[in-house]
T-cell receptor
Framework: GQQLNQSPQSMFIQEGEDVSMNCTSS?????WLWYKQDPGEGPVLLIA?????ELTSNGRLTAQFGITRKDSFLNISASIPSDVGIYFC????????????????FGQGTILTVHP | DGGITQSPKYLFRKEGQNVTLSCEQN?????MYWYRQDPGQGLRLIYY???????QKGDIAEGYSVSREKKESFPLTVTSAQKNPTAFYLC???????????FGQGTRLTVV
């Protein structure tokens, strides 16, 4: 099946630092999504990307859909303690009617720890 | 309130018993998904449904079954054939396939 490789697996940073994480895939996706999960809760959508090359911001968060459709990154600027959590990328298949269309696949997650 | 409701939040079952996890949405979404999450792991897709009365196996469907008889409901049955059923189960929905999905709060299933 499709594989999403997300890196880094974990990050330990000081409050105020910027953070960058990325996802790569062996398959082409037509949608890239970024989620944050707090312990014991469901993931919450942060940013959705639909177009190759698209760069989208949501407050201190910025994400880009790679031009090859096989990668995406998420940046968090000026981190704060409440940014702590697990960040997931997710991708959805390209071809309507194809075997991977509508199959939302997730990366392994990046665990972010922010020290005050 | 509109949203996705999973119930119960915590569920305990004896080994060998089938158990059904509930997922209901009132967002009028066509697509629904079930994921399994193990401690420190990512989300693995069990089943997904793009439209009512239709569903497809995900990456780890063995030992699970689903139905999609109503647009708003997508229950997941964890059968006794599932070797390691203890996990955190997450349901999601999206207005259509290949767009952003929104998650419920999850059900933590413990089999003893």
């Amino acid at each position: 099946g499709q594989q999403l490789n997300q890196s880094p697996q974990s990050m330990f940073i000081q409050e105020g630092e910027d953070v960058s994480m990325n996802c790569t895939s062996s398959s082409i996706f037509n949608t890239w999504l970024w989620y944050k999960q707090d312990p014991g809760e469901g993931p919450v959508l942060l940013i959705a990307l639909y177009k190759a090359g698209e760069l989208t911001s949501n407050g201190r968060l910025t994400a880009q859909f790679g031009i090859t459709r096989k990668d995406s990154f998420l940046n968090i600027s000026a981190s704060i303690p409440s940014d702590v959590g697990i960040y997931f990328c997710a991708g959805n298949g390209l071809i309507p009617g194809g075997t991977s269309y509508g199959k939302l696949t997730f990366g392994q997650g990046t665990i972010l720890t922010v020290h005050p | 309130d509109g949203g996705i409701t999973q119930s119960p939040k915590y569920l305990f079952r004896k080994e060998g018993q089938n158990v059904t996890l509930s997922c209901e949405q009132n967002l009028n979404h066509d697509a629904m998904y079930w994921y399994r999450q193990d401690p420190g792991q990512g989300l693995r897709l069990i089943y997904y449904s793009q439209i009512v009365n239709d569903f497809q196996k995900g990456d780890i469907a063995e030992g699970y079954s689903v139905s999609r008889e109503k647009k708003e409901s997508f229950p997941l049955t964890v059968t006794s054939a599932q070797k390691n059923p203890t996990a955190f189960y997450l349901c999601a929905s999206s207005i259509s396939a290949a767009v952003e999905a929104f998650f419920g709060q999850g059900t933590r299933l413990t089999v003893v």
